[in-house]
């Protein structure tokens, strides 16, 4: 009996440890996984080259190295997170690298004045669109305590995926986050 006790507490003290280390970092699970196939999906593009329209940033990226992120709020962290990304792309252009971002919000009204003044005042080229659903997209599983979901994927792969509850998401995240942008330049 004492044989079988043993390595059952040594699987609950491990899932113990890395419960506390997910804890500690302040991610949760939410979006697609690693491995998984990006289904595509619609927003309304408030300050990208479409703005206005009804479109498909996933269909239009397709295969290309894309960073996606989606936020129910604008936050200095989240701010210096697309700032970041909106910097690799363009030093990764020849790599044709793509990004976009996602709010999910259930009141455009108040929200697509805030989205305006983020990109003009940071100069974001990267485009900043909205869903007009807290819940976001179906099939991308995102989490109701995440206040931001990163997705990064080429070649139809997710390859990076890393969500935030809210006030979770700190300067080391977006540093660590910004810097997996490799993972999908990598040939």
């Known amino acids: 009996m004492f044989k079988v006790v043993v390595p059952s507490l040594a699987l609950v003290l491990a899932g113990f440890v890395a419960v506390s280390a997910a804890e ?3 991610e949760l699970e939410s979006g697609l996984k690693p491995g998984a196939f990006p289904p595509a999906f619609h927003v309304r593009d408030i300050t990208g080259p479409l703005k206005g329209e009804t479109l498909c940033y996933r269909c ?3 295969n290309k190295p894309v960073v996606n992120i989606f936020a129910r709020e604008i936050t200095p962290e989240l701010t210096e997170l697309i700032k970041n990304v909106d910097k690799q792309v363009a030093k990764n252009k020849d790599k044709k690298m793509e990004a976009f971002v996602v709010f999910l919000s259930d009141d455009a009204d ?3 004045p805030k989205i305006k003044e983020l990109a003009k005042k940071n100069k ?3 485009p ?3 869903i007009e659903d807290v819940a976001g997209p179906e099939e991308y599983k995102i989490s109701k305590d995440a206040d931001v ?3 990064m994927w080429v070649e ?4 990076v995926n890393h969500a935030f509850a809210k006030g979770k998401l700190k300067k080391e995240n977006v540093k660590k986050v910004a810097a997996e942008t490799k993972k999908i330049l990598e040939d």
């Open 24 to 26: 500690k970092s302040g």
């Open 60 to 62: 239009r990226y397709s």
């Open 110 to 112: 108040a929200i697509e």
């Open 124 to 126: 974001l080229t990267i």
């Open 128 to 130: 900043l669109t909205l």
């Open 149 to 151: 979901t990163v997705m």
């Open 156 to 159: 139809s792969e997710v390859k």
